[in-house]
């Protein structure tokens, strides 16, 4: 059951309900422009990920601002954001079971959407849901290009499952998806540079033996907030799939930039805000945002503009904060803002999205597909 928001439309700050999912608006649109205005003057194509926001909302700005279409990564995020009016997807993932591939052809008649494989016999069970529902579906090949998830080894093998698709009477062969997920968090700008020049030439392997076939790949698909640049440099992929550039997490900040310095492309756009609930020492506090509030797959989240104060500690329903002296402490019932580690789980802990601007509420908005993970 959706639970109410946390806040009313034209609310201060200080009104906000806490703990909130909280979104900077004036950051959050430098972002999605940025990230357009980079892929225009490249001539690029853009497909933001929305497993990162999982929200209706935020796709349409990013449609808007030139993306041609989302990504999605399961068939449900997939639906919900049909629903909601979008109507170009690419589910940049596997999916498998029977019932999963109907709900995915029966949505193929609503909107266009396409899929991802790296296997076969999943490829025919594609196929035989896309035959029961008259519909033809669009097929990627996955090609593991370093990440070691998921994908079939490149050149032959990538060619192979390219054919099978292309074969296929209910389908048609969309292109490669070549995601490197490691890369993105390669703190180093060299070395992530070496990571997506490995994944250029596998990538560059399959093409060549694709078009020894005569197969065309409409989409050539990849590349995250930690590494878009390598790919658009390389000429071989024309869709950019990034996600966490909107809402830039901390973890995304611990990267280095070609300078050496911290990447600051993108401005911190998300935030949790947390209310002081408890002072048990001069030197500590505890907040009302706990790890039902954000998650700490990528480490804790980091406190903002209180250099004096550091996170140590999340429990189911509290954050702990430590001050370097007790005249740093904030008082009882102070509210603080938290930047999460990991933005995509994050922001799936959350009904609503709370859109902030001038220090006033300006928009809520759903997370369409919050708990889409099927």
């Not at 609310?11 to 980079?38: K, R, W």
Request: aromatic residues 4%.
């Amino acid at each position: 059951m959706t639970q109410c928001p946390a806040a009313r439309i034209g609310d201060t700050l200080d009104d906000i309900d806490t703990p909130a999912l909280v979104v900077d608006l004036d950051a959050l649109e430098s972002n999605i422009e940025h990230m357009a205005a980079f892929t225009a003057a490249n001539g690029i194509r853009l497909r933001p990920h929305a497993k990162t926001h999982k929200c209706s909302a935020v796709a349409r700005l990013q449609i808007a601002a030139g993306a041609v279409g989302i990504c999605c990564q399961k068939v449900s995020e997939a639906e919900a954001m049909a629903n909601a009016g979008i109507t170009d997807i690419l589910v940049s993932n596997e999916v498998v079971g029977s019932r999963k591939l109907e709900r995915l052809a029966a949505l193929s008649k609503r909107v266009t959407v396409a899929v991802c494989a790296d296997n076969a016999e999943n490829v025919d069970a594609i196929d035989a849901a896309a035959a029961e529902y008259d519909t033809t579906l669009t097929v990627l090949v996955e090609v593991d290009v370093g990440g070691g998830r998921c994908g079939v080894r490149p050149g032959e093998e990538a060619r192979d499952l390219a054919l099978h698709i292309a074969a296929a009477p209910n389908l048609r062969f969309g292109g490669i998806q070549a995601y490197h997920g490691p890369a993105q968090h390669v703190r180093d700008h060299a070395e992530r540079g070496q990571k997506i020049a490995a994944a250029t030439e596998a990538l560059r392997a399959s093409l060549d033996l694709l078009t020894a076939e005569g197969l065309e790949c409409d989409i050539i698909g990849g590349a995250g907030t930690g590494s878009y640049v390598f790919e658009t440099s390389s000429g071989l992929w024309n869709e950019l799939q990034v996600g966490s550039y909107v809402f830039m997490d901390h973890d995304y900040a611990l990267n280095f930039g070609e300078t050496g310095g911290p990447v600051d492309t993108f401005r911190h756009s998300l935030t949790i805000r947390t209310t002081v609930m408890s002072a048990p020492t001069p030197t500590m506090v505890a907040t009302d945002a706990g790890l039902k509030a954000y998650t700490t797959d990528c480490g804790l989240p980091a406190l903002v503009n209180l250099p004096e104060g550091k996170v140590f500690k999340a429990a189911d329903e509290h954050t702990m904060i430590s001050f370097e002296t007790p005249e740093a402490r904030p008082a009882m019932g102070a509210v603080l803002s938290l930047i999460p580690g990991h933005c995509d789980p994050t922001v799936n802990l959350h009904d609503w999205i709370v859109g902030v601007r001038n220090g006033r509420v300006e928009c809520l908005w759903p997370v369409d597909a919050r708990g889409a993970v099927f």
